[in-house]
């Protein structure tokens, strides 16, 4: 018989004890703890609608599903956006919900079909979009595919920053634009998260990178490698970059770093931004008709650039990748893929940590640590 560890009860039970109190899964702390801290979020609005509420129900595990003790948990801008009401055509029938993407911590039981994980293992990893049941929470609920073991080099709040981010830069770089060895890459807004870990993904992969972003930045993303970054507030971005690329990833979405970025590329070269407009359509005239909508003006943007410039245009959005996962993982472990923390705040401050992304006072990453 072997001998299991509760990480977080400190308390050791038997294989045997385990599965015959809890049958669905392999082993489970689930079965001692039902309930637990989460910020939940009971309607859409500013940070002061943000609740910590004590005694939140944990959902039992379906069979692919680890149960994680959650140590940090990074804000994305998707978070504050849908705490905003972003989404609402998909997010409000399902209120209340809990917020958060991005997770570190360590498992705390395992789903019965759960192969690479084991209790007590240290991991990270971040939820798709859509996800109700965020990891603002004690202990957060992932699949098997959207978590990998925790760079053993990164401390858990410099984990948390990670996955979210690089999985939609790994999505619009690797997945569709299939970036290679040579290829030039421009990144749209290469001082945020994602603009960053595309950066990075980008140079890993043996690609020449050009970044736009602001003076704070520069020192940054030419120490990752980019070979050159240009100050969008000071320098005309036309001017300063000099020939065409394979692929360019926008992340401000915005018309003019659209046009610039179509008119960089070269024919056959990938135009992807993050800011595809299904969610807000949806939530202007209803999932019926904007979601109808997004898909008429996406192929009709996809046709007109073809036809125009010879190029392919993507609204790319960020989706579990286990492999991708993987790989950031090693570049990581390895240091070569970062996002630097600029604070951190205890969960209970969850509130003063949104306020202080809304109003922009800190221009970084910013992590919500448990206890
Ligand atoms: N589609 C998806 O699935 C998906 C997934 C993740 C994120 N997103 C979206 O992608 C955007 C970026 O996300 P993030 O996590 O990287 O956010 P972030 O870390 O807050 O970064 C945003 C950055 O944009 C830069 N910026 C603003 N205006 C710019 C411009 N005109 N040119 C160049 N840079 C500019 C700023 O950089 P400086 O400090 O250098 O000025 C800022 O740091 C957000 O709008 C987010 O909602 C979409």
Redesign the pocket.
């Known amino acids: 018989m072997r001998f299991l560890r509760s990480p977080s009860i400190g308390v050791w039970f038997s294989d045997a004890n385990y599965s015959s109190l809890c049958p669905s899964m392999k082993v489970g702390l689930r079965c001692f703890v039902t309930t637990c801290r989460a910020v939940v979020l009971p309607h859409f609005g500013g940070p002061e609608v943000l609740e910590l509420r004590p005694n939140v129900n944990i959902p039992d595990l379906k069979p692919n599903e680890v149960l994680v003790r959650a140590r940090a948990v990074s804000i994305?801008?998707?978070d504050t956006?849908m705490r905003s009401g972003y989404g609402r055509s998909i997010f409000e029938p399902l209120l209340p919900l809990i917020l958060g993407r991005d997770i570190s911590g360590e498992v705390a039981a395992v789903g019965a079909s759960v192969r690479t994980l084991n209790v007590g293992q240290e991991v990270f990893g971040a939820l798709h979009?859509t996800a109700i049941r965020g990891t603002y929470a004690d202990y957060a609920i992932l699949s098997e595919d959207e978590l990998a073991p925790k760079p053993v080099s990164i401390t858990h709040v410099e984990a948390s920053a990670i996955p979210?981010?690089a999985l939609?830069a790994w999505?619009a770089l690797k997945s569709t634009a299939r970036i290679a060895d040579g290829q030039r890459v421009l990144v749209?807004?290469?001082?945020?998260?994602?603009?960053?870990a595309a950066i990075q993904l980008a140079v890993a992969a043996g690609c020449h990178v050009t970044a736009?972003?602001?003076s704070?930045?520069i020192d940054k993303i030419l120490a990752a490698g980019a070979e050159q970054a240009v100050d969008?507030?000071v320098e005309d971005i036309e001017l300063a970059i000099k020939g065409k690329f394979d692929a360019v990833l926008d992340?401000?979405?915005?018309p003019?770093?659209e046009r610039v970025g179509i008119n960089f590329l070269n024919r056959g070269g990938h135009y992807m931004t993050?800011?595809?407009e299904a969610a807000s359509l949806a939530d202007r005239y209803g999932l019926g008709v904007g979601l109808p909508i997004a898909t008429a003006i996406l192929l009709k943007k996809q046709f007109q650039y073809r036809y125009s410039h010879g190029i392919e245009y993507w609204?790319?959005?960020?989706r579990a990748d286990s492999e991708g996962l993987d790989e950031v993982r090693r570049l990581s472990e390895a240091g070569k893929l970062k996002i630097p923390v600029e604070k951190t705040f205890p969960i209970a401050q969850v509130r003063e940590a949104h306020e202080a992304k809304d109003k922009k006072q800190i221009?970084?990453?910013v992590v919500l640590e448990l206890d």
């Open positions: 994305n801008p998707l956006r979009p979210f981010a939609t999505r749209v807004g290469g001082g945020g998260a994602v603009g960053f736009t972003c602001g704070q930045s969008y507030i992340t401000i979405g915005v003019e770093t993050l800011q595809g609204w790319t959005y960020m221009p970084g990453k």
